[in-house]
């Protein structure tokens, strides 16, 4: 489920702050995917800033 038709629906496993996303849930920090898919653009990631979410979806 996502937000695409208005029914957001907060995972409450998955936290995020991204509100930029299409997939927030919006009134609360929370992705409203069932699941998302996280990756990296480094070779050999070190900290939190080299992964990202690719499930990330312009709003
Ligand atoms: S798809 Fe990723 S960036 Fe978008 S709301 Fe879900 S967790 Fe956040």
Same mark, same amino acid.
């Given at each position: 489920m996502s937000c695409e038709n208005g029914n957001c629906r907060a995972n409450k496993c998955i936290e995020c702050?991204? *509100?930029?996303? %299409?997939?927030? %849930?919006k009134t609360e920090?929370?992705?409203?995917? &069932?699941r998302i898919k996280v990756g990296t653009h480094e070779a050999n990631p070190t900290e939190?800033?080299? *992964? &990202?979410?690719?499930?990330f979806k312009l709003d």
């Amino acid at each position: 489920m996502s937000c695409e038709n208005g029914n957001c629906r907060a995972n409450k496993c998955i936290e995020c702050e991204v *509100t930029q996303c %299409a997939n927030h %849930a919006k009134t609360e920090n929370y992705c409203s995917l &069932d699941r998302i898919k996280v990756g990296t653009h480094e070779a050999n990631p070190t900290e939190v800033k080299c *992964t &990202d979410c690719e499930s990330f979806k312009l709003d």
